[in-house]
T-cell receptor, first 113, second 111 residues
Framework: EAGVAQSPRYKIIEKRQSVAFWCNPISGHATLYWYQQILGQGPKLLIQFQNNGVVDDSQLPKDRFSAERLKGVDSTLKIQPAKLEDSAVYLC???????????FGSGTRLTVV | SQQGEEDPQALSIQEGENATMNCSYKTSINNLQWYRQNSGRGLVHLILIRSNEREKHSGRLRVTLDTSKKSSSLLITASRAADTASYFCATVHAAGNKLTFGGGTRVLVKP
């Protein structure tokens, strides 16, 4: 089975610029998650989708972050404008249901300079 | 906010020794999961233990869960250099699907 695909692998941008990340989950996985992982910390959930509906976005900084999941499959996460503190690895994960382990993509390492 | 707290934050052992790390959490859970992460990349799911289970094994991994103490432990037996990684516990709340991670334990296995 193919894993969770993410792109790009790396991105370097200047503060106040915009950036977008893409995620393709495992086929058939209804639930998709975006996590932010700052160096040395555990991943923090940004947003959770069930099919194409948002289940939880309570920790998403909505003034600058947005996410969508088109047709309940692929998802994009956007930051506009970026701040220095947004430097992190952005991880996408998908799962069949909550009794399954989550499958994570390799992540996108964002550096904001 | 992070649900789980791992202890210790870092662990250094010799190859062949056992590694034990602990996780404590705050709210009622549906299940608890352990993940491994190499070099800040994607996390790999290791094992899931349900709230009505007390112990689970997978290869050289042994996980215990004590819901009365809201704690779990992960034991890696006969460690190898390839086990060097960060290990995270994560919990799924009793209500909802959200998977919440702790801060992780960095394990170094010296050859």
């Amino acid at each position: 089975e193919a894993g969770v695909a993410q792109s790009p692998r790396y991105k370097i941008i200047e503060k106040r610029q915009s950036v977008a990340f893409w995620c393709n989950p495992i086929s058939g996985h209804a639930t998709l998650y975006w996590y932010q992982q700052i160096l040395g910390q555990g991943p923090k959930l940004l947003i959770q989708f069930q099919n194409n509906g948002v289940v939880d976005d309570s920790q998403l900084p909505k003034d600058r972050f947005s996410a969508e999941r088109l047709k309940g499959v692929d998802s994009t996460l956007k930051i506009q404008p970026a701040k220095l503190e947004d430097s992190a690895v952005y991880l996408c994960a998908s799962s069949l249901d909550r009794m399954d382990g989550y499958t994570f993509g390799s992540g996108t390492r964002l550096t904001v300079v | 906010s992070q649900q789980g707290e791992e202890d210790p934050q870092a662990l250094s052992i010799q190859e062949g020794e056992n590694a034990t790390m602990n996780c404590s959490y705050k709210t009622s859970i549906n299940n608890l999961q352990w993940y491994r992460q190499n070099s800040g990349r994607g996390l790999v799911h290791l094992i899931l233990i349900r709230s009505n289970e007390r112990e689970k094994h997978s290869g050289r991994l042994r996980v215990t869960l004590d819901t009365s103490k809201k704690s779990s432990s992960l034991l890696i037996t006969a460690s190898r250099a390839a086990d060097t990684a960060s290990y995270f516990c994560a919990t799924v709340h009793a209500a909802g699907n959200k998977l919440t991670f702790g801060g992780g334990t960095r394990v170094l296995v010296k050859p």
